[in-house]
Nanobody, 115 residues
């Protein structure tokens, strides 16, 4: 079993920054892919950024150039640095892991961007 715990959400002004962190625990292997998703009210959950175990990174077009995903395999963490926040970034952000074809989700952390 794998547990994912997010932290770092909160309130930020438009143009500001926030950093989200996700700590993974349990039975972990080095070859897992980690990602951040988000879900705004009335919308479907969408991919924000992915950090593959091989080193590649992938971003949604809406956050390219503003968000950066990073992972520390030794600490089993994945962070999301969010800069130049926009009102439309307001959502619940979820940490996600795929390991040996199984998916795991964190409980989510609220990010609210105000004008």
């Amino acid at each position: 079993q794998v547990q994912l715990v997010e932290s770092g959400g909160g309130l930020a002004q438009a143009g500001g920054s926030l950093r989200l962190s996700c700590a993974a625990s349990g039975t972990l292997f080095g070859f897992n892919d980690m990602a951040w998703y988000r879900q705004a009210p009335g919308s479907e959950r969408e991919l924000v950024a992915r950090a593959f175990s091989g080193g590649m990174r992938d971003y949604a077009d809406s956050v390219k150039g503003r968000f950066t995903i990073s992972r520390d395999n030794a600490k089993n963490t994945v962070d999301l640095q969010m800069n130049s926040l926009k009102l439309e970034d307001t959502a619940v952000y979820y940490c996600h892991m795929v390991q040996i074809r199984r998916e795991y989700w964190g409980q989510g952390t609220q990010v609210t961007v105000s004008s």
